[in-house]
């Protein structure tokens, strides 16, 4: 079983849509949760950092932590065709934990927004 | 401000041949990773440097092996190329050892023939 579990999709939404994307974890000890957009043939790029449990907002962007059911959610709102990427949730172990610092990638979600 | 480079862009190399991957961090930054990302797979972490020492380790042989210079760059040197090494090297800078906020730029694709 793979720490990290996400859906891989793909995802096909109509523009203006509310998108949902989610990643289970088996690990315990994480702390930290990152979403990262990865357009085609290009680097992650950071979306969105959270610690713990609990939700961040950042513009169209949400990002939830349920640590308690090992479940970590982002919502886009008024999805864009711009948005259309592939979606990677990423964990990190709590400081002085061993690993601290090395990243744990969900596979990643295709996303397509559709005019 | 500069993001974090990397070179080349893209490389073919064969079975059995050795590769040199570079990469230069985000202005400011110190500590570098390194992530294999297979085709549709996320990123595997291979290792992170610091104070040009290797820090971490993810479950990669020993053919992968690394460097950082004192001007905080990062070399990724992969022995003995097998297919199955035919990936996107990504690298990821930031600012301490440990930290979890990375970013990452844009990858060498290497295909192993």
């Known amino acids: 079983q793979k720490e990290v579990e996400q859906d891989p999709g793909p995802l096909s939404v109509p523009e203006g849509a509310i998108v949902s994307l989610n990643c289970t974890y088996s690990n315990s000890a994480f702390q930290y949760f990152m979403w990262y957009r990865q357009y085609s043939r290009k680097g992650p790029e950071l979306l969105m950092y959270?610690?713990?449990?609990g939700n961040k907002e950042d513009g169209r962007f949400t990002a939830q932590v349920d640590k308690s059911s090992k479940y970590i959610s982002l919502f886009i709102r008024d999805s864009q065709p711009s948005d259309s990427a592939t979606y990677l949730c990423?964990?990190?172990?709590?400081?002085?934990?061993?690993?601290?610092?090395?990243?744990?990638f969900g596979q990643g979600t295709i996303l397509t927004v559709h005019p | 401000d500069a993001g974090v480079t990397q070179s080349p862009t893209h490389l073919i190399k064969t079975r059995g041949q050795q590769v040199t991957l570079r990469c230069s961090p985000k202005s400011g930054h110190d500590t570098v990773s390194w992530y294999q990302q297979a085709l549709g797979q996320g990123p595997q972490f291979i290792f992170q440097?610091?104070?040009?020492?290797?820090?971490q380790r993810g479950n990669f042989p020993d053919r992968f092996s690394g460097h950082q210079f004192p001007n905080y760059s990062s070399e990724l040197n992969v022995n003995a190329l097998l297919l199955g090494d035919s990936a996107l090297y990504l690298c990821?800078?930031?600012?301490?050892?440990?930290?979890?906020?990375?970013?990452f730029g844009p990858g060498t694709r290497l295909t192993v023939t």
């Open positions: 959270t610690y713990s449990s």
């Open positions: 440097y610091y104070e040009e020492e290797e820090r």
């Open positions: 990821a800078s930031s600012l301490g050892a440990g930290v979890n906020e990375q970013y």
């Open positions: 990423a964990m990190s172990v709590d400081a002085g934990g061993t690993s601290y610092g090395k990243l744990t």
